[in-house]
DNA sequence: CACCGTGGTTCCCTTTTGGTAACTTGCTCC
DNA sequence: GGAGCAAGTTACCAAAAGGGAACCACGGTG
């Protein structure tokens, strides 16, 4: 098996060669938890403070309590947010954004601040691509 | 139907309060394109300079031509890529990132440099929950 | 006692995503 | 005339992601 499988040609930040194979690609690891439906949106929400399960659902209304519960799951295994339990009376979980969660969130925000502004122009480009593609 | 659904609470760039419903959410759909599988890769491929078919598919060894069509096609729908017919003698075609694509990329790629840089953490913190939950 | 709110889990089903392989059009090369 | 390259398309399938509804334990409350 000499066929090399390549995830990013260089390195992004120190411009150096490096050829990964599919499963150690940090990128497609990385990217592959935050394309998730839910991840940016439970992030997004724990990046401005604290919230509890039921807190989530309420913020996002169209999240089943399945896909939250493992959306929460997955974003803890990978470091990005803690879980912390409560013995209240009925005992009360609370998810809180780590410093790792943050680190990401930032870098991940500039996207989505993009997406905010630049919505119209894509939406455009895709009228724009439909109509002459798809009528012609 | 008086249920509101959120996709984000408020806007990251001016921070006023907004409701977005599921189809307009700028985020939910600036995102689903780009955590297709391949997205990033051939975004990151362009960035770089343009390319044509042929070495796209050397350059992602481990992609279909099937999804390498398809992705290309999203990407050029929305305007991040322009696709340019050259009439040689097997007609070629090059591949080329808009200013558009340009200017999102430029924002992934601050999520791609964190991905470098954290995916050591990322995996460390991922072993030490799969010990601790999955073990007992 | 039956019911509500916590924060889940389980099962089952549908949709979406992606992979494989074969076929296509036009031209060139041998 | 067959083979090959370019850039696809098509049909068919397998795997994964996600949705829906029901179930659990716990204590408090009417």
Known sequence: MDQRVIGFGYSLTTGESIEWDAN???????MNQI????????????SERPYRFGAL???????????????????????????????TKPPSVEYS????????????????MWAERNHGEVRDARARFDATEGGV
């Open 35 to 46: 394309s998730g439906k839910w991840s940016t949106l439970i992030l997004h929400a724990l």
């Open 97 to 112: 954004m780590t410093p790792l969660g943050y680190s990401l969130f930032n870098a991940l925000s500039q996207v989505l």
């Open 24 to 30: 150690n690609c940090p990128i497609r690891d990385v």
């Open 57 to 87: 659902r309420r913020l996002v209304p169209d999240i089943s309590q399945r896909m939250l519960t493992q959306t929460l799951r997955d974003l803890q295994r990978d470091g990005y947010i803690d879980r912390t339990v409560f013995p």
